[in-house]
């Protein structure tokens, strides 16, 4: 059973910043394309970023390019979201995701439970 579990979410004022890590458990990490995907209250899930199982690609919605980076360390087995310059619009749940496919631009096949970022004005 794979499991990820995510950490590092929490209270920022605009324009800080945030770490967010996802362990990952159950299965082989280095196998996974990973992802973050995130839901606003009131609004459907949203794909922010994904990369895949060796770093050689990343991807990122339009609205967070330049200010997010996702990252993973196979040795870890975990998957990070650094973001920065953080804005209201930020807030949201975020959620850590693998996928089976290797290189998927888009992970959805498993799910962590979401990390609260709220982001104050």
């Known amino acids: 059973q794979v499991q990820l579990v995510e950490s590092g979410g929490g209270l920022v004022q605009a324009g800080g910043s945030l770490r967010l890590s996802c362990a990952v458990s159950?299965?082989?990490?280095?196998?996974?394309?990973m992802g973050w995907f995130r839901q606003a209250s009131g609004k459907e899930r949203e794909f922010v970023a994904a990369?895949?199982?060796?770093?050689?690609?990343?991807y990122y919605v339009d609205f967070v390019k330049g200010r997010f980076t996702i990252s993973r360390d196979n040795a870890k087995n975990t998957v990070y979201l650094m973001m920065s310059r953080l804005k209201p619009e930020d807030t949201a749940i975020y959620y850590c995701?693998?996928?089976?496919?290797?290189?998927?631009?888009?992970?959805?096949?498993?799910w962590g439970q979401g990390t609260q970022v709220t982001v104050s004005s």
């Open positions: 990369i895949t199982w060796n770093s050689g690609s990343t």
């Open positions: 995701t693998a996928d089976l496919d290797a290189y998927s631009d888009y992970p959805t096949d498993y």
């Open positions: 159950g299965g082989t990490f280095s196998n996974y394309a």
